[in-house]
């Protein structure tokens, strides 16, 4: 019996505006870099810049020892990982739009044509959940305008629509090279370098939208004893009002969970750890933040805004199907 044939994939053509269904979720995911940018940083420079397709091959072979990973069929330079991140979203769009019955649109700050594309209401009209995956260094220089901040606290405004920011780690952040050290050997992923720093548009977006959550580290979570496998979570269940973990008994496994650390305890907007994330007992875990707090990695929060629209803040990674779709 022959395989079905997968649907016709598109490039390079407009967002197609998707009608509002009473009780189906409309989803956009939104990137927050620039791809010109980030894809066309120097391989020599040893620090924030993403692995080339030939870093990741040679670190996790032989997975990608096949010919359409090869030269003839894929990038081999960092705008190949760039689609790394692009295809590890498939199955979840995939799972979303058969569950709310819409394709979930993909944006980009910057594409892989050169177009800008700031958050407006080309993307806010026809969304109910905006997911913003902050994966752009701070030597982009990417920062949210005040145009964007307007039109996202009219469209949070709008009944139903939710905010999910999701902040990548920020590894290294010191001059302090034995430092920067023990963080590389704490989360143990040889693709990532000894500094790595996200994300400046999120972090402008977090700090306009008055979140006081600043991201930071690059935290391995514990694992079951004896395996490979995640620890599960251990949840404060009677603070999630919102059921955001209903269900959910352990995340998909990361080796570098940023801390979301709540920088104003007297803040205006409240802050609510729904499942503090133990990192791995290993004894290279003495960068310090072993000692900062046993909340550490916050697996996720939410932040009630004085807009009355309430903005979840998750941590979201590269293999997670999880996200909620309410």
């Not at 009608?19 to 120097?42: C, D």
């Not at 594409?111 to 997911?131: K, S, V």
């Not at 959550?213 to 620890?231: D, M, Y």
């Not at 996720?300 to 807009?307: A, D, E, K």
Request: aromatic share 8%; proline share 5%; glycine share 6%.
């Amino acid at each position: 019996m022959s395989t079905p044939l997968e649907s016709a994939r598109t490039y390079n053509q407009n967002h197609i505006a998707r009608k509002y269904t009473p009780g189906k979720r409309r989803l956009s995911i939104y990137w927050t870099w620039s791809y010109a940018f980030e894809a066309q940083r120097n391989p020599a420079d040893l620090d924030n810049r993403f692995s080339t397709m030939t870093e990741v091959r040679k670190v996790l072979w032989p997975v990608y020892e096949k010919p359409e990973w090869s030269a003839a069929q894929f990038p081999q330079g960092i705008a190949g990982t760039l689609e790394l991140f692009h295809r590890s979203t498939l199955d979840f769009q995939k799972l979303a739009g058969e569950i709310t019955d819409h394709p979930v649109a993909v944006f980009q700050r910057v594409d892989q044509a050169g177009f800008r594309l700031p958050i407006d209401e080309r993307i806010l009209a026809d969304t109910d959940t905006l997911l913003v995956f902050g994966l752009d260094h701070l030597q982009s220089g990417e920062e949210v305008s005040p145009e964007e901040v307007g039109a996202i606290r009219k469209w949070l405004e709008r009944e139903g629509t939710c905010l999910l920011l999701a902040p990548h780690h920020d590894v290294g952040f010191t001059e302090d090279l034995k430092q920067r050290q023990m963080e590389y050997l704490h989360h143990g992923d040889e693709l990532v370098p000894r500094q790595q720093r996200f994300t400046q548009f999120g972090r402008s977006l977090m700090k306009a939208l008055a979140v006081p959550v600043h991201n930071t580290w690059g935290l391995c979570p514990a694992r079951i004893s004896g395996t490979k496998e995640i620890a599960p979570l251990t949840t404060l269940r009677d603070l999630d009002k919102l059921g955001m973990l209903k269900d959910v008994t352990a995340l998909s496994f990361h080796r570098h969970l940023p801390h979301y650390e709540i920088t104003q305890k007297d803040s205006k907007a409240s802050g609510r750890t729904l499942s503090p994330r133990p990192e791995t007992s290993s004894s290279t875990a003495c960068c310090g933040c072993r000692q900062r707090s046993n909340a550490l990695a916050i697996s996720c929060s939410w932040i009630q805004l004085t807009s009355r629209r309430s903005l979840a803040l998750r941590r979201v990674s590269r293999t997670s199907g999880g996200t909620s779709l309410r």
